[in-house]
């Protein structure tokens, strides 16, 4: 168990609708990436939060959005769905900015979009 | 080109044998290189961690750069069947946030 937790685990839903997955980082982890992952793009980076600001950005679509609250757990909002969204979304968090070996990664949320 | 290239396999080997995984790279300002281990339905783990060149060992893993041929692997001695899981490379450039890049993870059963 990473520490991280993620919410919830699956998500079914139809195209055009708009969905919210919730991270928790770990205990003391001011930093939280989003991440996707699909079977043809592999672990795509999406975003990093870090104490309540946006700190990186990747491949980040912009029907997608994200924030980092007080109490550091995280949401990400997609919106607009399409067929081509279904796949994992981890989250992951680490005590400082690095996103290198750092990384503590949550269970995920499988989104299936219909 | 993908910036970092991982064949998906999956790769079958029986109990015991040694398993190589590899991946090659085109971006030469990578400093850092992880290894991480997904199990089916789970978040990826970090194995180990290189930085820059060289040979890293923890117990029945071990993991070498070369930054030369900007060519990483993983080899897995004695290994068990619960060793089964998809084993991403990753590696990221000094400077800025660090984010890694990820392969696309291969695939590697061990069969009793």
């Known amino acids: 168990d990473s520490g991280v937790t993620q919410t919830p685990k699956h998500l079914i839903t139809a195209t055009g609708q708009r969905v919210t997955l919730r991270c928790s980082p770990r205990?003391?982890?001011?930093?939280v990436y989003w991440y996707q992952q699909s079977l043809d793009q592999g672990l795509q980076f999406l975003i990093q939060?870090?104490?309540?600001?946006?700190?990186a950005k990747g491949n980040i679509l912009e029907r997608f959005s994200a924030q980092q609250f007080p109490d550091l757990h995280s949401e990400l909002n997609l919106s607009s769905l399409e067929l081509g969204d279904s796949a994992l979304y981890f989250c992951?968090?680490?005590?400082?900015?690095?996103?290198?070996?750092?990384?503590?990664f949550g269970p995920g949320t499988r989104l299936t979009v219909l | 080109q993908k910036e970092v290239e991982q064949d998906p396999g999956p790769l079958s080997v029986p109990e015991g044998a040694i398993v190589s995984l590899n991946c090659t790279y085109s971006n030469s300002a990578f400093q850092y290189f992880m290894w991480y281990r997904q199990y089916s339905r789970k978040g990826p783990e970090l194995l180990m961690y290189?930085?820059?060149?060289g040979n890293k060992e923890d117990g029945r893993f071990t993991a070498q750069v070369d930054k030369s041929s900007k060519y990483i692997s993983l080899f897995i001695r004695d290994s068990q069947p619960s060793d089964s899981a998809t084993y991403l490379c990753a590696m990221s450039a000094s400077g800025g946030s660090y984010i890694p890049t990820f392969g696309r993870g291969t695939s590697l059963i061990v069969h009793p």
């Open positions: 992951a968090s680490s005590v400082g900015t690095s996103g290198t070996y750092t990384q503590y």
């Open positions: 205990s003391g982890d001011l930093s």
């Open positions: 290189t930085y820059s060149s």
């Open positions: 939060y870090y104490n309540g600001e946006e700190r």
